[in-house]
């Protein structure tokens, strides 16, 4: 049964910089793509990013890119998202999320439906 694990949340000033860790357990973690999503109050869950199997390849939405940086430890199980210049609106509950991919370089999904595993999630709040 895959396990994930989100820490590193909290709370931070508007600019600041936080780095979440989402460590995997109960799968091969090197033949998993990995992402983060995160979900606001009142709002629907989101895309944030992805990473294929040996971190070859990212995917960002664009609301984050240039600010975020998701990496891999594939010797570690885990699955990081540095987050810097963090503003208001980057608050939210940050869920990690895994899905089998049987291309080791390419696959990085961006929907909700492309992942099957997820973890329980780790709140992020900016303050302004």
């Known amino acids: 049964q895959v396990q994930l694990v989100e820490s590193g949340g909290g709370l931070v000033q508007a600019g600041g910089s936080l780095r979440l860790s989402c460590a995997a357990s109960?799968?091969?973690?090197?033949?998993?793509?990995m992402g983060w999503f995160r979900q606001a109050p009142g709002k629907e869950r989101e895309f944030v990013a992805s990473?294929?199997?040996?971190?070859?390849?990212?995917n960002y939405a664009d609301s984050v890119k240039g600010r975020f940086t998701i990496s891999r430890d594939n010797d570690k199980n885990t699955v990081y998202l540095q987050m810097n210049s963090l503003k208001p609106d980057d608050t939210a509950v940050y869920y990690c999320a895994a899905e089998p991919a049987s291309s080791p370089y390419a696959y990085t999904p961006r929907t909700e439906q492309d992942f099957g595993s997820w973890g329980q999630g780790t709140q992020v709040t900016v303050s302004s």
């Open positions: 990473i294929s199997r040996y971190g070859s390849k990212t």
């Open positions: 109960g799968l091969i973690f090197s033949s998993y793509a």
